[in-house]
């Protein structure tokens, strides 16, 4: 609780840096010292931060305060990917939520005592329950329930005995689309329009463009022709282009809306693949436009060019 006043220190040590850049507090940026050698901080507390130190270290509210704490751990995509692996599954092994974290890359594989260190931790904010005792672990925070809460979310796990769970993870994703939504798959199969059509509302969205390399058969050409006359009665702009292998700088798989971008699996690792995978936010934002206008319309393309 006292480390976000140690934020105003001139020259905070590396662990608290590291934690409160973690959380979200602070920004830190290094400057030469007048007197004596080293290196010392500017801090600047970002809004979260400047919230907790005010709860923490002013009015001396724990509540607020630990709601703060409570909010950033959430942001956490290995918190995430806890609370998405273990919900429902009752208590567990420690070693196997570990695992189960590792596995999708956010746990050290050989860092146990630190995996159980992050429990201690969201034990005391009533994010999980952790016995030490008995070295299990199960979760208690509920899944996202609101748009406020699905802001917060930065990664969904895809895992194969979870179908419906990673099916509803690509549903919420394009319900929360805002202004539009870019699909960037490059093996984009059929089954995506119905996921579209399913979350697609005109209240929300006024375009939906696919961008794909492998070239669509007839018949998932007649679909999208189907899908696309749909959505234009409902007043939702629909493209399809492909982009040539040979020009192609396209390797992952993205939806992007007016707003976010993400990093997505491929709809049969979704739809029921048996792999493990994850939806993460992207860091940045990818250069859709310039690959847009290398594709080329469905409607162009001859049979057998």
Known sequence: MRRVRLARDSNPSQPDRELLARLGFARFTAVATLFGPGTGYRTELTEDGAAFDEAANVEHNRREAERVLRQAYLRFPATQALIQGLHGRGSIPVTGAHYMLARHGYADPNDLPGFRNMLAKLRTL???????????????????????????????????????????????????????????????????????????????????????????????IGDYKRFKTEMTNVGIEVEYRIVPETDSQIHDRYIIDRDTAWNVPPLATILGKGKYSEFTRAQQRPPFETWWQKGKPVEELREHS
């Open 126 to 220: 009533g994010v999980v329950s952790y016995s030490n005792k008995h070295q299990t672990v199960r979760v208690t925070a509920p899944l996202p329930e609101t748009d406020e809460e699905a802001t917060l979310v930065r990664v969904r796990v895809v895992e194969p005995d979870r179908p419906f769970s990673n099916l509803r993870h690509l549903r919420q994703l394009l319900r929360e689309c805002k202004g539009f939504i870019w699909w960037v798959d490059p093996h984009f199969e059929k089954r995506g329009f119905e996921q579209l059509l399913e979350e697609a509302d005109a209240s929300k969205l006024k375009q939906i463009r696919i961008l794909a390399t492998k070239r669509p058969s007839p018949a998932e």
